[in-house]
């Protein structure tokens, strides 16, 4: 969970974030990853309440062992920095499976959408490459 490189794009050129701004996205990036890296863990390890969580959401127990392998890889591919933008990508369609699974059911679907902007938001501060292809300017519009 790194930045602070500059990166030419498309004839610019970034300014580094500060060394706060990308402590505050490793931190920010870090509460998703502990989140998952649990849940992958429990739907490993399938303990009663996960079998239960299973049921209530209408899948069959057998696939708790292959959402947790997705899950814990989606999670290290976005820790590792050089792979960070595609983690982000896959737990974002993880996380959307989720929202929608909640959503079938009748569910808050909070919880999937927090970390989902978390997700991002961590690794827009932390990472030089993902704030030169959505830049945040103050000012008037291009156009």
């Known amino acids: 969970m790194t930045g602070g490189t500059n990166t030419p794009t498309a004839g610019t050129q970034t300014a580094p974030g500060s ?43 057998s696939l708790a062992l292959g959402l947790g392998i997705v899950e814990l890889t989606c999670a290290v591919v976005y820790v590792i920095p050089r792979t960070a933008v595609l983690g982000a990508i896959l737990l974002t369609g993880y996380l959307g499976g989720a929202t929608a699974t909640h959503l079938r059911i009748g569910e808050p679907l909070f919880m999937p959408i927090i970390l989902g902007v978390l997700v991002w938001g961590g690794l827009y501060l932390r990472d030089d490459r993902l704030r030169a292809l959505l830049p945040l300017r103050s000012g008037h519009a291009p156009w």
């Open 19 to 61: 060394k706060k701004m990308i402590w505050i996205g490793r931190i920010i990036s870090a509460l998703p990853v502990l989140m998952l890296l649990f849940s992958s863990v429990m739907k490993l390890m399938k303990p009663p309440p996960v079998v239960e969580g299973f049921a209530h959401l209408g899948y069959p127990e």
